[in-house]
């Protein structure tokens, strides 16, 4: 994959927290500790989008039985 460099200005007091996590090892790098939280900032919006997404399909259907009690129901009238 091709990597891009990019520049930051950043606090003090940020870089000093980075850098004691790469100390205790944590990380082997700067790079990798914001390559890890910012991956993690990633999947965190994007589970919170899907989230959305996901209660704005289901307006409305409250009324309808869960799928899961659905399939549950037809096992028991199976047997």
């Known amino acids: 994959m091709e990597k891009v460099q990019v520049n930051l200005r950043i606090e003090k007091d940020l870089i000093e927290k980075v850098d004691m996590l790469v100390r205790q090892g944590f990380f082997k790098n700067r790079t990798e500790a914001f390559l890890v939280a910012l991956n993690r900032l990633i999947k965190d919006c994007l589970r919170e989008f899907l989230r959305k997404k996901l209660d704005k399909i289901r307006q409305?259907?409250?009324k309808y039985p869960s799928?899961?009690?659905v399939v549950i129901?037809?096992?028991e009238e199976e047997e």
Do not use: A, L, V, W
């Open 60 to 62: 409305g259907t409250e």
């Open 67 to 69: 799928p899961t009690d």
């Open 73 to 75: 129901k037809m096992h």
